[in-house]
């Protein structure tokens, strides 16, 4: 049994910020990669940030330069600082935990999602 849980959402003006935290529990042997996508109004989800057990990070291009994520792998827990936020951020904001379970079965877990609204 895995849970993920984030927290951090909710209504920020343009050009505030906001961090989000995430964090995974439960039978689980290895994280290996802890991702941030979001989904917007009519939109599909899509990929925002990700990072793996070694540190390397990706993120889309139109976050580069605003937001930054990072991981507390001894707290199974991974961040998303958003600065310079803007209305086109305002999206569900979920968490991704690609992880290897006690029994050395792969598992990709989400957590229910937190909202993040941009006011212009």
């Known amino acids: 049994q895995v849970h993920v849980v984030e927290s951090g959402g909710g209504l920020v003006q343009a050009g505030g910020s906001l961090r989000l935290s995430c964090t995974a529990s439960?039978?689980?042997?290895?994280?290996?990669?802890m991702g941030w996508y979001r989904q917007a109004p009519g939109k599909q989800r899509e990929l925002v940030a990700v990072i793996t057990s070694g540190g390397n990070t990706n993120y889309a291009d139109s976050v580069k330069g605003r937001f930054t994520i990072s991981r507390d792998n001894a707290a199974n827990t991974v961040h998303l600082q958003m600065n310079s936020l803007k209305p086109e951020d305002t999206a569900v904001y979920y968490c991704?935990?690609?992880?290897?379970?006690?029994?050395?079965?792969?598992?990709?877990?989400w957590g229910q999602g937190t909202r993040v609204t941009v006011s212009s």
């Open positions: 439960g039978s689980i042997f290895r994280i290996n990669d």
């Open positions: 991704n935990a690609k992880l290897t379970r006690w029994g050395m079965a792969t598992s990709n877990d």
